[in-house]
């Protein structure tokens, strides 16, 4: 992960409850307000990063996926911070999704799209 001021970080290993998510495919990254990394996979939903990137074993990982409830899809297209700070995102099945912090789970917002593909270019 490379930041526009020129700093990088190379997760050799990203591991949820025991599972290895290194190998995921990241089709979209965002970073929300609160400079939580938001990594939207083709296979996992999504993966949280969050705390110090330059002290990893500190850093908070989540995943939000079917079988925790909290992402209705695991195929995620986009991840998108609009201008007050709220994350969204596409999915290939899914639809649209908004987080809620609350719930700290994405809720759908409109699933009765065409194929459900939500995607920007």
Not at 8 to 26: A, C, E, G, H, Q
Not at 59 to 81: E, G, H, P, T
């Amino acid at each position: 992960m490379r930041y526009n001021n020129g700093k990088s970080y190379i997760f050799n290993n990203l591991l949820v409850n025991n599972k290895d998510f290194s190998r995921s495919t990241i089709r979209s990254l965002c970073e929300d307000n609160d400079e939580t990394i938001w990594c939207g996979t083709g296979n996992y939903g999504v993966i949280s990063l969050s705390g110090n990137l330059q002290n990893p074993k500190l850093m908070k990982v989540a995943q939000y996926a079917l079988s925790n409830n909290k992402l209705n899809c695991l195929d995620v297209l986009c991840l998108f911070k609009d201008n007050i700070g709220r994350l969204w995102l596409g999915t290939e099945g899914g639809g649209l999704n908004l987080y809620d912090r609350e719930k700290d789970a994405f809720i759908s917002i409109f699933e009765s799209l065409y194929l459900h593909i939500i995607f920007k270019f």
